[in-house]
């Protein structure tokens, strides 16, 4: 059973949903494969991913600061050698998660009508973040 | 190696856990398979998945209580479209996941002895919600 | 397509993120696996796993303190029948999660340089805790 694997790089710009939805979408039809599944993983703790909504931007705002309430900068916290924004961020990843699993039927990815692919990325400096993407297919 | 992929389809009737442990169960069954590994993949950004405690009642309102707590209505969204359950539908779908991976031993998931699966429903009305499952298989 | 399966036990010494990333590479590793998919799984729903900074033990108390606010003890929780570490222990594992998808390359899990892989032990006593680690591998 044939697996395709490669690494997605994005540059973000500090706090931010950053959509990768057509980026992964067009890599898994690059591959041919017609039902497999695809696993997307971040190779960051101060960054992570998630399936939102994609129609309104207004969701990816209400998010962020949704976040920002819960894991709040200038909390008390032990951990705070890179800034105010460092240990917040880990916790946004530990609440977000490292990884999503999508199954990939008829050449496209499940995906509902209304879910994107997001990369959060929550340090307050840009960054260059990797995704690597794993599928196994089908072909 | 083969795949195995279906839809579930769960009414539901408003805010609750729906536990899908059964209906899973019986698909991992049906395809004879005995090592696999498992995804579970909700189509939606106002539901989601997640594991908990299968036995006490009480722990299902426990967590829907908190997790009115946590993403609360009416905290000032700018996203309200579609009424004050709207947007901490998204976000409660952002905290718990849109999808879960569970091994396949001997011909069922590897659960533990207190461990249900649950679609949350985070939306006030009743809605139809489509998982799709996936399985990798070793027949 | 080979699958190997393991499950990994943790003893825990109650409320803290026990690192599993040595144990788990070590098994990878036996595999002889180069190209994969690891998931791993914890069978328990008042424990759970998650991906986080390996460098400064400070996070991982920064991590713990603000489990303890986001789902604290003593919130006037139905369920209590067994202590008031017991909801907050099924909360936090709805909110870290229970499985945990990672791709392997080269023969190494794709972890950044920064990623830990943890199993965060949600009660005040020490338990025994099982994780599945399933590989579906190219040999």
Known sequence: MPQHITTLTVQTS??????????????VASTGAQTALLTLFCRHTSASLLINENA????????????????????????DDEGPDDMPAHLRSAL??????IPVADGRMVLGTWQGIYLAEHRAHPHRRQIVAHLLADN
């Open 56 to 79: 309104a931007p207004a969701v990816k705002r209400d998010i962020l600061r949704w976040l920002d309430r819960l894991a709040p900068e200038n909390a008390g916290y032990e951990h």
């Open 14 to 27: 500090g706090k931010a949903l950053v959509e990768i939805t057509r980026e992964v979408a067009d890599w």
């Open 96 to 101: 977000t998660g490292s990884s999503l699993s």
